[in-house]
Nanobody, 112 residues
C-alpha cells in the first residue's frame, strides 16, 4: 500500500489547512481511513478516522476544529483543520487498518 499525504505547510495560529491523502497499491477494498500525527519527541497518535459509511471518530484535541471526509474515490481522504494551534504542529500521516503503512507524511507547522 502506498499513501501520499499532501497539503501541509506553515500557518499562523488560528488559521486553516486542508490535508489530502490518496491510497494506492494492492488494496482490495477500503473501509476505514485515518489521519495520524507525530510531533517531535512524541508518539504517533490518531487524530481522526472515517469509515466507508461516513462514521467518524476524533481525538479530543481535534473535536470541533478538524473534519475528516472521504473523496468521491474510495481511496481518498481529507482532513480540514481549522482554528489551528501551535500544539497541532506535527507530521501528519494518513493510513488504513491495520495502520502499519504510513508514507512520508506532510508537515504542518503552526506559528504564534
Amino acid at each position: 500500500v502506498q499513501l501520499q499525504a499532501s497539503g501541509g505547510g506553515l500557518v499562523q495560529a488560528g488559521g486553516s489547512l486542508r490535508l489530502s491523502c490518496v491510497a494506492s497499491g494492492s488494496i482490495f477494498s477500503i473501509n476505514t481511513m485515518g489521519w495520524f500525527r507525530q510531533a517531535p519527541g512524541k508518539q504517533r497518535e490518531l487524530v481522526a478516522q472515517i469509515t466507508s459509511s461516513g462514521s467518524t471518530t476524533y481525538a479530543d484535541s481535534a473535536k470541533g476544529r478538524f473534519t475528516i471526509s472521504r473523496g468521491n474515490a474510495a481511496n481518498t481522504v481529507y482532513l480540514q483543520m481549522n482554528s489551528l494551534k501551535q500544539e497541532d504542529t506535527a507530521v501528519y500521516y494518513c493510513s488504513l487498518p491495520p495502520y502499519d503503512a504510513w508514507g512520508q507524511g506532510t508537515q504542518v507547522t503552526v506559528s504564534s
